[in-house]
């Protein structure tokens, strides 16, 4: 079913056709911000401190946060998106300022120590000097990847892009036997979910979240879940009452199929 809208702006008429799911009243807001994750919710935000509230967001579930997320296991708070705060970088993450604020558990990752919990295929552990070296090998990798990722990525590189996996080759050091892929797991595949054959390098270093944000790691282990930093920004501008929005802009299992923009003086 098609609904229609208009919106005047400077003697311009902006009919929305959308397709709903539902029948509601032709709406008359001059922004429709579609999905209601944290860039959703932010660009709200930012809309609202600028001044402007005449906006709607639409949700296609039937709650915000969108990756953000967490589930239940045996009566345990588990996230099933992200889990993890950075800091330690050149600029604050105003996702780990939150959690701070409201007191969200945290747990320090300490990578550094994975040299020490690297276990042998046959059994016990790799000695913390030969893990030490590995890492070192891989750390000159990500370096040499993203070195070149910042060639490609520049005017001179186009539309050019190499896997992270031929970066590697490039570097002639490519990850071989237990030890190393382990290691290269845990730079790449884990953080990627995806093999390095298919990580764009270009997409993909410098890293632009542990660039900005840091790395030292903070995993989320809070039964409230991570998705209370979404909740306490949207409180923050959306009406809401006891912790559930109310607000009328945002609605929720809204799935936005098409958007089809006419416009007519
Ligand atoms: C397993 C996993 C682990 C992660 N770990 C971390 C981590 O440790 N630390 C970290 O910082 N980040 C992590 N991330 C990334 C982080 O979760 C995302 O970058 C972030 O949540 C994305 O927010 P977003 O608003 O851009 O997108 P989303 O959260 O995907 O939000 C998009 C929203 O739009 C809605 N939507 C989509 N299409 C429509 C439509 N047509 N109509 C209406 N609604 C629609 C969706 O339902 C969704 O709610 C992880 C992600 C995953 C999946
Ligand atoms: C590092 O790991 C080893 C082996 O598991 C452990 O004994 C040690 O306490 C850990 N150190 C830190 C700082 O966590
Ligand atoms: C990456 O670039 C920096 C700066 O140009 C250089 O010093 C460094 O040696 C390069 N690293 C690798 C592994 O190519």
């Given at each position: 079913m098609?609904?229609?809208?208009?919106?005047?702006?400077?003697?311009?008429?902006?009919?929305?056709?959308?397709?709903?799911?539902?029948?509601?009243?032709?709406?008359?807001?001059?922004?429709?911000?579609?999905?209601?994750?944290m860039?959703?919710?932010?660009?709200?935000?930012?809309?609202?401190?600028?001044?402007?509230?005449?906006?709607?967001?639409?949700?296609?579930?039937?709650?915000?946060?969108?990756?953000?997320?967490?589930?239940?296991?045996?009566?345990?708070?588990v996230?099933?998106?992200?889990?993890?705060?950075?800091?330690?970088?050149?600029?604050?993450?105003?996702?780990?300022?939150?959690?701070?604020?409201?007191k969200?558990?945290?747990?320090?990752?300490?990578?550094?120590?994975?040299?020490?919990?690297?276990?042998?295929?046959?059994g016990?552990?790799?000695?913390?000097?030969?893990?030490?070296?590995?890492?070192?090998?891989?750390?000159?990798?990500?370096?040499?990847?993203?070195?070149?990722?910042?060639?490609?990525?520049?005017?001179?590189?186009?539309?050019?892009?190499?896997?992270?996996?031929?970066?590697?080759r490039?570097?002639?050091?490519?990850?071989?036997?237990?030890?190393?892929?382990?290691?290269?797991?845990?730079?790449?595949?884990?953080?990627?979910?995806?093999?390095?054959?298919?990580?764009?390098?270009?997409?993909?270093?410098?890293?632009?979240?542990?660039?900005?944000?840091g790395?030292?790691?903070?995993?989320?282990a809070?039964?409230?879940?991570?998705?209370?930093?979404?909740?306490?920004?949207?409180?923050?501008?959306?009406?809401h009452?006891?912790?559930?929005?109310?607000?009328?802009?945002?609605?929720?299992?809204?799935?936005?199929?098409?958007?089809?923009?006419?416009?007519?003086?």
């Open positions: 098609k609904v229609s809208c208009s919106v005047v702006v400077f003697a311009l008429v902006f009919h929305f056709f959308l397709v709903t799911g539902s029948r509601s009243p032709p709406p008359s807001d001059s922004v429709i911000i579609i999905g209601a994750g860039s959703g919710i932010m660009a709200a935000k930012t809309l609202e401190e600028a001044g402007y509230k005449d906006y709607i967001i639409l949700e296609a579930d039937s709650r915000i946060g969108g990756r953000v997320h967490k589930g239940q296991v045996d009566g345990n708070t996230e099933m998106g992200a889990n993890w705060l950075f800091s330690g970088g050149p600029k604050s993450s105003p996702a780990h300022e939150i959690a701070k604020k409201i969200l558990r945290t747990l320090y990752s300490d990578y550094g120590n994975l040299s020490s919990n690297i276990y042998k295929q046959g016990g552990l790799y000695e913390k000097h030969v893990v030490e070296s590995a890492f070192k090998v891989a750390d000159a990798r990500q370096e040499f990847g993203t070195n070149l990722s910042k060639i490609l990525s520049s005017k001179k590189g186009g539309d050019d892009d190499i896997s992270i996996l031929g970066s590697q490039l570097f002639k050091q490519v990850p071989k036997g237990p030890l190393d892929l382990a290691v290269d797991y845990f730079y790449n595949d884990f953080e990627e979910a995806e093999p390095t054959r298919i990580s764009s390098l270009k997409n993909t270093f410098p890293r632009q979240l542990m660039e900005d944000f790395e030292d790691s903070y995993f989320v809070d039964p409230r879940g991570f998705e209370t930093v979404v909740h306490y920004i949207a409180n923050q501008f959306l009406s009452n006891n912790n559930k929005i109310t607000d009328p802009r945002l609605q929720l299992k809204k799935v936005r199929d098409s958007i089809f923009i006419s416009y007519s003086i």
